[in-house]
């Protein structure tokens, strides 16, 4: 069981890409998702996080305004629309997965604690450059 990321690629100064997170083996609905980065030479950063029930939402400082994370469990998908973007975002993409418990479908994952997710996935690349 692992998570599929896609969407990347290489985008101008400005532009926008939306990522997108596939389950692969396991049900989507009842994990929190969190969206991370790591650049070369940097450790890894939690970007974004949804609710299992995708009903909050939390952002590093860097991404709000700019980064919109959503869900559809319908479709287990969790989406990570990102716009203006600028060449200090590029880095690879990964999502990640993990169980809060039975009655935490409305709390958010930790962007702290890349050690507590139970799934990755392998990750995409996004550079911005001109």
């Known amino acids: 069981s692992q998570l599929v990321e896609s969407g990347g690629g290489l985008v101008q100064p400005g532009g926008s890409l939306k990522l997108t997170c596939k389950p692969s083996?396991?049900?989507?609905?009842?994990?929190?998702i969190g969206w991370f980065r790591q650049a070369p030479g940097k450790e890894r950063e939690g970007v974004s996080g949804?609710?299992?029930?995708?009903?909050?939402?939390v952002y590093a400082d860097s991404v709000k305004g700019r980064f919109t994370i959503s869900r559809s469990n319908a479709e287990s998908t969790v989406y990570l629309q990102m716009n203006s973007l600028k060449p200090e975002v590029t880095a690879v993409y990964y999502c990640?997965?993990?169980?809060?418990?039975?009655?935490?479908?409305?709390?958010?994952?930790?962007?702290?604690?890349?050690?507590?997710?139970?799934?990755w996935g392998q990750g995409t690349q996004v550079t911005v450059s001109s």
């Open positions: 990640a997965a993990v169980v809060l418990g039975p009655s935490a479908g409305s709390r958010t994952p930790s962007l702290d604690m890349p050690g507590d997710y139970d799934y």
């Open positions: 949804i609710s299992a029930r995708g009903d909050s939402t």
């Open positions: 083996g396991f049900r989507l609905d009842v994990y929190a």
